[in-house]
């Protein structure tokens, strides 16, 4: 090693120390510079620091340099994105509860879960072949490389499970509400700005058959329902419809002319009634007259036997036999035991005849009970069959609105669409979210200024003290 280029520093020597041949004097400033005082404020003139700043601007050229290299190579992020807004109900809704869509918080963020099901994932995986995709069915690395790379240069990627394939993509799902609005964005992300489009596009497709095929479940089973109401109606009419006519038949209301036979007979019969009432009373009054003057010996006074013709006769004859000059006493009592006996059979007829009239006047009365009652069963039966018939007419109603209900249900459910209204399509996008130009700039500048103070971190250190200290 040569010596002689490095120089130890050597110690001003002490007042009166001799000094060695050779050496040059050891000045102190003063000496140098008799005339020349330093101010108070002055401080010693440094060279300007080209190496410090050298190194700066090499390390921040340098990662200037890489970031600008390495640009090209970063994994792309593209996203695609759909704008839907969610209706609260269509025109079949507002009157059946199995298309109401309500409209609140809860229905909102159901919907926002709808979207990120597992069932839609499985749609979007199935239709574009995801579970072979580098992107999703391969690992962290590979998905890089994927990124990176073109698909051929990779070998075939091993068999991912397929939860493993639907939480890759429930990575890249988007699903977000716009502000505090109706309106729901949702979409994709993808390193290939056509397959985030798509997988978007499928999303939503999915999104929109899931909601119609909702409301066609619940159109189903409200058809199936209504088919099974529709037969127990059916059933149920037909038996109403049974009861009636069996009741009519068994009643005897099913004869129309039977009422009027019998309203007839009754007013007929009342009238004879009637007369036989008059009847009766006429002859029990003159009956009771009868038996009262016979009783009184006044019998031969009455007007029924002074107007007798046979009384008149035996009366005639009686006086024809009294003219003469000779009367037998035999003769004249014939003649007034035979008045006598005819008046005592007039007594008995008007008896007899007030009995007949009686007689008549009660079978009358009992013959129009009868009739009176007949009368009041068919009307009671035809009550009650007005209520079978108004039970099997209120049936044939609920079967009538039952079956033209069934009969819409097969349109209503071809012409079901989903509460929600498609406000933008998903289309691919032409710049990628990440990285952009102007952000990875900054970060860039950023990394570069970092890395030129770390190069120079001892001299800067060495200026903060010193600037510390002054």
């Given amino acids: 090693m040569d010596t002689r280029s490095v120089r130890a520093p050597s110690a001003r020597p002490a007042p009166g120390t001799p000094r060695p041949e050779g050496e040059a004097p050891h000045l102190a400033p003063r000496e140098l510079a008799p005339n020349i005082l330093p ?14 700043a050298g190194k700066f601007a090499y390390a921040f050229l340098a990662v200037l340099c890489v970031v600008a290299i390495a640009y090209p190579f970063l994994p792309r992020r593209y996203e695609a994105s759909a704008l839907v807004v969610i209706q609260p109900t269509d025109l079949d809704g507002q009157t059946d509860r199995t298309l109401r869509q309500p409209l609140d918080e809860n229905a909102l963020q159901s919907g926002m879960d709808v979207i990120a099901s597992p069932a839609l994932a499985d749609r979007v995986i199935a239709a574009h072949g995801l579970d072979s995709d580098p992107e999703f069915a391969g690992g962290g690395a590979r998905a890089l490389l994927a990124a990176i790379l073109p698909a051929a240069w990779l070998p075939a990627p091993a068999p991912a499970r397929e939860s493993e394939v639907r939480r890759r993509l429930q990575d890249h799902l988007q699903v977000s509400r716009d502000r505090r609005s109706y309106t729901i964005r949702l979409g994709y992300w993808s390193s290939d700005p056509t397959k985030a489009a798509a997988m978007t596009a499928t999303l939503l497709a999915a999104y929109l058959d899931e909601q119609r095929d909702r409301k066609r479940a619940g159109l189903r089973h409200l058809t199936e329902w209504l088919d099974r109401r529709a037969a127990l109606l059916a059933e149920r009419h037909t038996s109403s419809r049974n009861a009636a006519q069996a009741f009519r038949e068994s009643s005897g209301l099913i004869d129309t002319g039977a009422q009027v036979e019998l309203d007839q007979r009754l007013q007929v019969l009342s009238g004879e009634a009637a007369q036989a009432r008059a009847r009766f009373i006429d ?72 009995e007949n009239w009686a007689g008549r006047e009660r079978l009358l009365l009992a013959e129009i009970k009868l009739i009176r009652g007949r009368i009041v069963e068919r009307r009671q039966s035809e009550q009650r069959l007005q209520e079978l018939q108004r039970t099997a007419d209120s049936d044939r109603v609920v079967l009538d609105e039952a ?46 200024t970092l890395a030129g103070l770390v190069a120079v971190r001892g001299p800067l250190l060495a200026a903060l003290r010193r600037l510390a200290t002054a």
């Fill in 39 to 52: 101010g108070p404020g002055h401080r010693p003139a440094t060279p300007f620091p080209w190496r410090t």
């Fill in 283 to 354: 002859a029990s009054t003159r009956s009771r007259n009868l038996l009262a003057m016979r009783e009184a010996g006044t019998l031969d006074t009455a007007p029924e036997v002074i107007g007798s013709p046979s009384v008149m006769r035996l009366k005639e004859g009686m006086a024809a036999a009294l003219a003469r000059t000779a009367v037998w006493a035999n003769e004249t009592q014939a003649f007034e035991g035979q008045i006598k006996g005819e008046s005592e059979r007039i007594v008995a007829a008007a008896v007899a005849e007030t």
């Fill in 403 to 448: 079956l033209t209900r069934q009969k819409g249900m097969t349109a209503r459910t071809e012409s079901v669409g989903p509460d929600v209204e498609v406000l933008s399509s998903p289309e691919a996008p032409n710049q990628a979210a990440f990285p952009r130009p102007g952000l990875t700039l900054l970060a860039a500048l950023l990394l570069a």
